[in-house]
Structures are given as structure tokens and as C-alpha cells.
T-cell receptor, first 110, second 115 residues
Framework: DAGITQSPRYKITETGRQVTLMCHQT?????MFWYRQDLGHGLRLIYY???????DKGEVPDGYVVSRSKTENFPLTLESATRSQTSVYFC?????????FGPGTRLLVL | KQEVTQIPAALSVPEGENLVLNCSFT??????LQWFRQDPGKGLTSLLL?????REQTSGRLNASLDKSSGRSTLYIAASQPGDSATYLC??????????????FGQGTILTVHP
């Protein structure tokens, strides 16, 4: 099916563990984005990528790492998870100046 | 830095009412403005997208307007239904400054339509 998929949809982890959230899109869009959504803060941009092997920081990049070896995949890694990274994470891609969002990953860091 | 504000933060109305949600933005250098709907625990669904050169877009009972010069957009919902209950988010795609090419979101309006 065409679109954006995220995995896992739900994740519980412990402080200090490494976690990777996956994002896959089937449109071959150049631009991809990672957001986190928190009560009181709305949606905030973590990282974005303009093309394979090109990434840049967004508004709240600390504690996160991204890579983009293939156009269709844009994984987000929490190198050492902290409780403040408990959130809902959305991946998005942009085509024809419209952003398309994945279903989100709910992450709980204990 | 672009800032997007949505008013009101929450709205509760009886079924059948017409209602207006407001969105304002500080930097008029935008490509477009998009209204999204988000149901509890779900992702974002795009409702309407207005290009910077357009004044309004309509889809069914929804009508969105854009006044780029004043930095305002409204989402009009006609004959509201309980199924319209959700959070409505406004976002602008920035065409200039440090936010070029990125979306800036408002914090949303939580709409409740009661029978």
C-alpha cells in the first residue's frame, strides 16, 4: 500500500536504552521529517532530511540521531532514552508542498 | 521565527451549530496553510490546504479562508455533528527565514460537539 508507515506503533523502554523508530514511505518523496507531539507543546520538529544522506536539525534535536541511506527510509534513534522523551512521534514526507503524516509511534520511557 | 496561534484552545457546541476556528501566523512568507484533524490517539488527517495565492478552499461542510497579508486563517464548519469532535490543527509551510521549507503548527483547538 502506498503511504507512510511507522514501526513500532507502541514501544515501552527503560531509561538509558537505545531505541530506533522506523519510518518508510512509498512515494519517493525527497523531504522527510520527524516530529514529536506533547501536551502543551503541540508538534515540534526534531530532524528533517532533504534527500538521501542529507539531514539537518529541527527545533528539538538533542538526544536524537537520524540517518537516511535510502530515500524511502528515515529512522530516528534515541541513543540513550530519557523520561522526557516519552512522547508520540510522527514521521512525515512532503510532496507537491503537502505534508503526509504516518500514524505515529507512542513511546513510553520508564 | 514563525509562530502559529489557534483560538480558542477548546470549544464545546451543541449539534447543528455553525462554528469558526481561528488561526493566526506571524510571518506572511508562506507557501501554504493546511488544516488537519486529529482524533484521540490517532495520526493527522489533512482536511484542507490553501496555497498562498488562494483565498479559500471548500470541502463538504468545511470552508477554510486565508488572508496572508494579515496572517489569518479561519476554518468554518457548517451544521456541526458529534463526529466532528476532534482536535483541529493549523500549520503553515514556511517560505522564508530559518524555517524555510518546514511546517510550523499551532497548538490546536479541541472541538466537542454534543448531541
Amino acid at each position: 500500500d502506498a503511504g507512510i508507515t511507522q514501526s513500532p506503533r507502541y514501544k515501552i523502554t527503560e531509561t538509558g536504552r537505545q531505541v530506533t523508530l522506523m519510518c518508510h514511505q512509498t512515494w519517493s518523496h525527497s523531504y522527510m521529517f520527524w516530529y514529536r507531539q506533547d501536551l502543551g507543546h503541540g508538534l515540534r520538529l526534531i530532524y528533517y532530511s532533504a534527500a538521501a544522506d542529507i539531514t539537518d536539525k529541527g527545533e528539538v534535536p538533542d538526544g536524537y540521531v537520524v540517518s537516511r541511506s535510502k530515500t524511502e527510509n528515515f529512522p530516528l534513534t534515541l541513543e540513550s532514552a530519557t523520561r522526557s522523551q516519552t512522547s508520540v512521534y510522527f514521521c512525515a514526507s512532503i510532496g507537491l508542498k503537502t505534508q503526509y503524516f504516518g500514524p505515529g509511534t507512542r513511546l513510553l520511557v520508564l | 521565527k514563525q509562530e502559529v496561534t489557534q483560538i480558542p484552545a477548546a470549544l464545546s457546541v451543541p449539534e447543528g451549530e455553525n462554528l469558526v476556528l481561528n488561526c493566526s501566523f506571524t510571518d506572511s512568507a508562506i507557501y501554504n496553510l493546511q488544516w488537519f484533524r486529529q482524533d484521540p490517539g490517532k495520526g493527522l488527517t489533512s482536511l484542507l490546504l490553501i496555497q498562498s495565492s488562494q483565498r479559500e478552499q471548500t470541502s463538504g461542510r468545511l470552508n477554510a479562508s486565508l488572508d496572508k497579508s494579515s496572517g489569518r486563517s479561519t476554518l468554518y464548519i457548517a451544521a456541526s455533528q458529534p463526529g466532528d469532535s476532534a482536535t483541529y490543527l493549523c500549520a503553515v509551510l514556511n517560505a522564508g527565514g530559518t524555517s524555510y521549507g518546514k511546517l510550523t503548527f499551532g497548538q490546536g483547538t479541541i472541538l466537542t460537539v454534543h448531541p
